[in-house]
C-alpha cells in the first residue's frame, strides 16, 4: 500500500525508508513587516521526521497536519513548492488560520470567498484575494559510518504573499495595523537540522 499526500503529486510507499528524526533550528531572514499582521517569529524550533521513498521523493513529517513530500536527488538535495492556499480578505472567511490571522483582525464585512459563486453585490469594495505559496529548498549532510546516518541539514523555507490581479488589497496596507509593509512579500527563515535518532 502506498500513500499520497493532497496536492503533492508524489507517492511514498510503504517500504520507505527512516533518513531520521531531526530537532530544527528555523531563524528569520526575510519578513513582510514587524509591525504588520504578518509580523513573523524572529526564531523558533520544531522536529522534524525524514524518510526517503525511493531515489526522488522525501516525506517530512512534523505531525498529521505538517506533512509535505518533496523532490529528493540523489545527491540529498530537497526541494519543493506545496500548491498555493489563497484567502479573499475582504469577503471575509470564517477561518483565516492558514496565514496565523483571526478575522477579528479585519473590520470589514463580507462572507468567505468561493471561485465558484460571483462577488456578492453587498460586500464592501473590491475583493483582496491574498495567495500564499510555501517553498523549501535544502541539503542533507553526508551519509557517516557503517549504518550511514544522517547528521543533519540545513536549508530555507519562504512563505511569498501576493495579491492576484484581480484584487485591490491597498485599504488592508493602510490599516493602523497593515497586513504587510507591502504586497507581495516573502517570509524567510534560514533551517538548520540537527539528528536526534
Do not use: H
Not at 513582510?32 to 513529517?61: E, H, I, K
Request: aromatic share 8%; with cysteine.
Amino acid at each position: 500500500m502506498a500513500f499520497l499526500l493532497a496536492g503533492s503529486g508524489c507517492v511514498i510507499e510503504d517500504d520507505a525508508l527512516a533518513i531520521g528524526r531531526f530537532e530544527v533550528q528555523a531563524e528569520l531572514t526575510a519578513d513582510c513587516g514587524q509591525a504588520t499582521l504578518l509580523a513573523a517569529p524572529t526564531s523558533y524550533r520544531t522536529f522534524v521526521f525524514l524518510r526517503r521513498s525511493g531515489s526522488a521523493n522525501m516525506l517530512w513529517d512534523e505531525g498529521v497536519e505538517q506533512r509535505a513530500i518533496y523532490r529528493l536527488d540523489a545527491g540529498g538535495s530537497f526541494e519543493g513548492t506545496n500548491t498555493p492556499v489563497q484567502v479573499d480578505l475582504r469577503n471575509e472567511p470564517d477561518d483565516l488560520t492558514p496565514y496565523g490571522l483571526d478575522p477579528d483582525d479585519f473590520p470589514l464585512d463580507g462572507r468567505a470567498y468561493d471561485d465558484a459563486l460571483p462577488p456578492d453585490d453587498d460586500a464592501s469594495g473590491p475583493r483582496c484575494i491574498i495567495r500564499r505559496t510555501n517553498t523549501i529548498e535544502g541539503q542533507l549532510d553526508p551519509a557517516v559510518g557503517v549504518a550511514r546516518t544522517v547528521p543533519g541539514f540545513t536549508g530555507t523555507l519562504s512563505s511569498r504573499y501576493e495579491a492576484t490581479e484581480e484584487s485591490d488589497c491597498s485599504e488592508f496596507l493602510a490599516l493602523p495595523v497593515p497586513l504587510a509593509d507591502q504586497l507581495p512579500c516573502t517570509i524567510t527563515y534560514a533551517l538548520d537540522g540537527k539528528r536526534q535518532r
